[in-house]
């Protein structure tokens, strides 16, 4: 059997264009000798459709389009796609054979026990001799397809997250990941890894076949298009891909080109082949330049500089040619076109209204600032590239932050300390990034200015901007990152956070911006999901008013099993009296049957009473076994009325003679 893993990057639910793209590569695949072929599992729906699968339009539509691939092809087609079932959504793998689209997942599953939860089950079957099992979960389904299954094939449904090698296809076998899977349960491996961005997820490719030594003898390319075709062999030692000749994961090159995908395949999604940016002179803005042209080509991108007119001292005035020279450097290094143009004035429109606050009129200045990008990109009909970051997007709080306009933000699921290390690898490949820039002062410099309007933010309430920005100055940029990763990504709470190094009122102020900023977030620009939690998979209630403030130290978390923990402590304390009402009720019970008085009973109740009582039981049993012996083992025939067992005697036992 030989098997094809289509590598397709495709407009998510272009259900007619995917089709096409499935039928060519089904006819390439043919030639090349391959009887079965998978495709990528996000296609038709993405991996969260929403209600998409329960239109009747869209089904009809999608199996359609795999009807008439199935007419076209010969090899066997796997093709996923999310489905509606039994009022939820799961993965169905449509199977397109000898004309027909067979929904595999769900008629296994009907035809093994017909029980409808076993749809959730790995679906088996043959090809050509070869036992294959099908999974979306390969470290669960590895262990429950049954014995003689010789190939195990992955599709891939979870987007690329840096802290995972185990989403980087090919490159994770690098990372030790697989291997191990092969081997300790000697099946070949197949995975189906997407590639491209499919809305905010984003995929490597990297697809690959793995024998069942843990080699890898066919893989397909990362980052772009491609067809590996392998033939299965079991039993036998085929030619395998050199390790040294194996893609390795590096987290931030990996992250970068994600990027580069997410940005490309979006604004092309949505009808754009331009960009522009708004080049501040700082890192965020930069490299989200540098981004958009290795997306788009420098051709298609253009730099915004719009020179400040608030300039009162000589240091504003050394800041500001600071920034103009950075922003036109970049500018010369990427070739890019750059529109440089004069900040319109807003100190009329700030003594109009009444307004002296400086805070207030640089807020003003900034958004006229944006108010000419947005210009600038409108008239060449190009998308705003926001160079907002996930640190951003965490401390929003009440109010969109001065950059806000934008139509992408690429870097919305980035911390910012971490665009220090994608500068410095996109410098590696070349120095476009001006130096100074590539530095952690730089970063130090836009923590401060993220930080202060953050305080800017609260300046409603009268003396508690100023204590937030005592609170919040002595904090590093690692130091605000760390504290936004440990909650926002790995879910963790501010007793959790706090530490000597963190203070708790610092950790608790952050969380607070957080918590505040969820209706905020809503309005920002759409951001790739490039780490473990994204602000698009954490979602809280808008109006929540509970913050995370902590806990008392060293006092344990509450939680449901805690509860149901003590409830069984209880019951296990409360057993012995239970045990001693159970066997006063058996008591009270055989008293009567015996036909005993209240006083009878209560003596039977005593020590006294229960070693007599146990005793009995004892001699009762041991003639019972007497008897059973003296009959050879045979069943006795029925009790008569007043008749006692064979070998009892019944002055010992009254209640078989009375009863």
């Not at 043919?30 to 699968?53: D, K, Q, R, Y």
Request: charged share 25%; net charge negative.
């Amino acid at each position: 059997m030989i098997i094809a893993l289509a590598q397709i990057n495709a407009r998510l639910g272009d259900v007619d264009g995917i089709c096409d793209r499935i039928a060519e590569q089904a006819k390439l695949a043919e030639e090349a000798g391959a009887n079965l072929m998978c495709t990528p599992s996000p296609l038709f729906s993405g991996i969260l459709p929403g209600t998409l699968v329960e239109s009747a339009d869209f089904m009809h539509d999608l199996i359609c389009g795999l009807e008439r691939v199935a007419a076209q092809v010969s090899p066997i087609c796997l093709v996923p796609a999310v489905v509606s079932c039994a009022g939820s959504q799961l993965f169905e793998v449509f199977m397109l054979k000898e004309g027909r689209v067979i929904p595999a997942r769900t008629l296994m599953a009907q035809r093994r026990t017909g029980d409808p939860d076993e749809v959730w089950g790995p679906p088996v079957f043959d090809v050509d001799g070869v036992r294959i099992g099908v999974t979306f979960d390969i470290e669960r389904d590895m262990d429950r397809v049954p014995t003689g299954t010789d190939l195990m094939i992955y599709f891939q449904v979870g987007g690329f997250d840096p802290t995972d090698a185990a989403t980087a296809g090919v490159a994770a076998v690098s990372e030790g990941r697989f291997c191990d899977l092969a081997q300790r349960s000697r099946r070949w491996i197949a995975c189906m890894a997407p590639v491209g961005s499919f809305d905010e997820a984003t995929y490597t490719g990297g697809s690959f076949v793995m024998d069942d030594n843990g080699r890898v003898v066919a893989a397909a390319p990362c980052f772009e298009e491609g067809l590996a075709v392998q033939e299965v062999l079991r039993g036998q030692v085929l030619p395998a891909v050199s390790q040294h000749e194996l893609p390795v994961f590096y987290r931030e090159g990996w992250m970068w080109e994600a990027l580069v995908a997410y940005l490309r395949d979006n604004l092309a999604a949505r009808g754009w082949t331009r960009a522009a940016v708004l080049l501040c002179g700082d890192l965020p803005s930069s490299l989200a330049a540098v981004l958009a042209v290795d997306a788009l080509g420098s051709r298609n991108v253009v730099g915004v500089m719009v020179e400040r007119g608030r300039i009162f001292t000589p240091a504003q005035e050394a800041a500001e040619q600071r920034r103009l020279r950075l922003a036109r450097e970049l500018a010369a290094n990427l070739h890019i076109a750059l529109a440089e143009r004069t900040a319109p004035g807003t100190d009329e429109l700030a003594a109009e209204e009444g307004v002296s606050s400086a805070a207030l009129a640089e807020q003003a200045a900034a958004a006229a600032e944006q108010l000419v990008a947005r210009t600038v990109a409108a008239g060449r009909a190009a998308a705003l590239v926001s160079p907002l970051t996930k640190t951003d997007y965490a401390l929003v709080g009440g109010r969109l932050p001065e950059p806000y306009l934008g139509d992408i933000a690429p870097f919305g699921d980035v911390y910012l300390t971490h665009l220090e290390f994608l500068a410095r690898y996109r410098n590696g490949v070349s120095p476009v990034v001006p130096a100074s820039l590539v530095t952690l002062n730089a970063v130090e410099e836009r923590m401060r200015a993220v930080l202060a309007a953050t305080a800017r933010s609260l300046a409603a309430l009268p003396g508690y901007a100023d204590q937030v920005a005592a609170c919040l100055e002595h904090l590093e940029a690692t130091q605000v990152d760390s504290i936004l990763d440990a909650h926002v990504d790995r879910n963790q709470g501010a007793g959790e956070i706090a530490s000597a190094a963190l203070p708790a009122d610092a950790v608790r102020l952050l969380l607070m911006q957080v918590r505040a900023g969820e209706s905020v977030r809503r309005m920002l620009p759409p951001a790739a999901i490039v780490s473990a939690r994204s602000f698009a998979e954490r979602g809280w209630p808008q109006a929540l008013a509970w913050s995370d403030l902590g806990r008392e130290k060293d006092v344990e978390p509450r939680t449901v099993e805690g509860l149901v923990a003590a409830e069984i402590a209880r019951f296990e304390e409360r057993a012995p009296e239970a045990g001693e009402r159970i066997r006063g009720e058996i008591i009270g019970l055989i008293g009567e049957m015996l036909g005993l008085g209240v006083e009878e009973q209560e003596q039977l109740q005593g020590e006294e009473g229960q070693r007599r009582l146990q005793e009995g039981f004892e001699r009762f049993e041991q003639e019972l076994r007497r008897a059973m012996s003296a009959g050879g083992g045979r069943v006795q025939p029925p009790l008569m009325p007043g008749q006692v067992p064979p070998g009892v005697d019944p002055n010992s036992y009254p209640f078989f003679s009375d009863n």
